[in-house]
């Protein structure tokens, strides 16, 4: 092959329209949303401390740790 051309696989053909391009990142974005909605309403009601209601306080307990202490007086510590 000494003809000067190099062998390169062919592109797909919807990677040179900037319009299906577009679609599908609009498309991939929106199917995060939804899949990120449906996640955060089917989690709404989990809670940290045991007696479902907010923590009285909180502090940074290490690297990405946090101590929350519950109104029954239990300390809940989360990553």
């Not at 919807?14 to 929106?30: E, N, Y």
């Not at 401390?49 to 909180?58: E, F, N, S, V, Y």
């Amino acid at each position: 092959m000494s003809n000067g051309h190099s062998i390169v696989a062919p592109q797909p053909a919807w990677w040179r329209d900037k319009t299906k391009v577009l679609l599908a990142i609009v498309a991939f974005s929106v199917v995060l949303m939804v899949a990120g909605g449906a996640y955060a309403f089917a989690h709404r009601h989990d809670t940290i401390c045991k007696d479902r209601l907010p923590p009285k306080a909180q502090r940074d307990y290490g690297i990405g740790q946090i101590q929350y202490l519950c109104h029954d007086g239990e300390i809940v510590t989360k990553p």
